[in-house]
């Protein structure tokens, strides 16, 4: 059974304004991990309120497992979805110590059972011995994974996560990342996560929605939206990369770096994308074009080139130990196959 299917639903806010969510279809697969990733205003937000039952569609249909909770003149209040959700501000009860938080999820469980299961959770999610504590006397990545525990305490059918992590700084963001799926695999639930934030939702998402305008562009999981974006705009967003024309001759194309072997044949002018790890820097050779180094931006792990060829520019990632500096002559290699995309440079 699909724990979630949206089938087509759309959300406008007014009508001479474009829908903020627009024909959206999605289906989450049973203990499954998907995010939708896109900028702000593309309409995750908005999707996730109306799977949570917070606001209603204009059109469409929302199915939790085999309940349709949204459409057809039907509407589930949010309360009697049975989803778990997980804010990005945590949402805790400042005046309840952390073990009463969970506690509040636990409502229809025998109140002689609710502490006991509550313990439990806090041991599940890496906090045994904090349950007498306030949330203000813990850190932010301790009050999201009590928050992740009063969530799924009711066994929901599966969790929303609301840019759970944002509020986060970067290393403990990674750190939490991690334990929160951990867990969600660990108890076999089934979570969508909204997130601005690519990096978040390639490494904690089995799959990946790109979302624009109130559109999923692309959907699939992390190394193929990565490695194979759809159109310019799926590339640009989900990382760095390099953008450009170029003439397509069956299986290969014409570039300002030499001829590139593509990723599908394609016949004419077409726009490539390569990612700049996808490149390799090389010493001057006759037989390939020219470029000059004209940045080098230095990370301690790796070092990011800027290299002309005439008027264009190409950003080659490479590892730390490259000798070449601004001003020498380079050649560009390709390690990857170009990607043909759909837009504009």
């Given at each position: 059974?699909?724990?979630?299917?949206?089938?087509?639903?759309?959300?406008?806010?007014?009508?001479?304004?474009?829908?903020?969510?627009?024909?959206?279809?999605?289906?989450?697969?049973?203990?499954?991990?998907?995010?939708?990733?896109?900028?702000?205003?593309c309409g995750k937000t908005t999707t996730l309120r109306i799977i949570a039952g917070f606001?209603?569609?204009?059109a469409g249909s929302v199915w939790i497992g085999d309940r349709l909770v949204e459409g057809d003149g039907v509407h589930v209040p949010a309360e009697k979805r049975h989803i778990g959700i997980v804010f990005q501000d945590y949402a805790l009860f400042p005046h309840l110590d952390v073990v009463h938080n969970v506690m509040f999820g636990l409502h229809q469980m025998p109140r002689r059972n609710r502490k006991a299961r509550a313990l439990e959770l806090?041991?599940?999610?890496?906090?045994?011995?904090?349950?007498?504590?306030?949330?203000?006397?813990?850190?932010?990545?301790?009050?999201?994974?009590?928050?992740?525990?009063?969530?799924?305490?009711?066994?929901?059918?599966?969790?929303?996560l609301d840019e759970p992590f944002s509020n986060l700084d970067p290393a403990l963001r990674a750190e939490t990342r991690h334990q929160v799926k951990q867990v969600l695999k660990e108890m076999k639930i089934t979570a969508l996560l909204v997130t601005h934030d690519q990096e978040e939702a390639?490494?904690?998402?089995?799959?990946?929605?790109?979302?624009?305008?109130?559109?999923?562009?692309?959907?699939?999981?992390?190394?193929?939206?990565?490695?194979?974006?759809?159109?310019?705009?799926?590339?640009?967003?989900?990382?760095?990369?390099?953008?450009?024309?170029?003439?397509?001759?069956?299986?290969?194309?014409?570039?300002?770096m030499g001829e590139m072997c593509l990723s599908c044949p394609a016949k004419g002018p077409v726009l490539l994308s390569v990612r700049p790890e996808h490149l390799r820097i090389a010493p001057p050779h006759p037989d390939e074009p020219l470029g000059t180094v004209v940045s080098r931006e230095?990370?301690?792990?790796?070092?990011?080139l800027k290299v002309c060829f005439g008027d264009r520019q190409v950003l080659v990632h490479t590892d730390y130990t490259c000798p070449y500096q601004v001003g020498q002559s380079v050649s560009v290699l390709h390690a990857e196959p170009a990607v043909v995309v759909t837009g504009d440079v």
């Open positions: 059974m699909t724990p979630l299917r949206i089938d087509h639903i759309t959300r406008r806010y007014l009508p001479s304004h474009p829908a903020a969510v627009d024909a959206l279809s999605l289906q989450v697969q049973p203990q499954e991990v998907f995010a939708i990733v896109g900028p702000s205003g606001e209603r569609p204009d806090l041991e599940m999610v890496g906090l045994t011995g904090m349950g007498d504590r306030k949330p203000q006397q813990l850190s932010g990545g301790q009050q999201q994974r009590v928050a992740l525990a009063r969530s799924i305490a009711p066994m929901p059918k599966f969790i929303l390639l490494s904690f998402a089995d799959r990946i929605g790109v979302m624009r305008d109130g559109k999923l562009l692309q959907v699939g999981t992390p190394q193929q939206v990565y490695n194979h974006p759809a159109s310019a705009f799926v590339a640009n967003f989900l990382g760095r990369t390099n953008l450009f024309n170029a003439e397509a001759t069956g299986e290969h194309a014409a570039t300002p230095f990370k301690g792990h790796d070092v990011t």
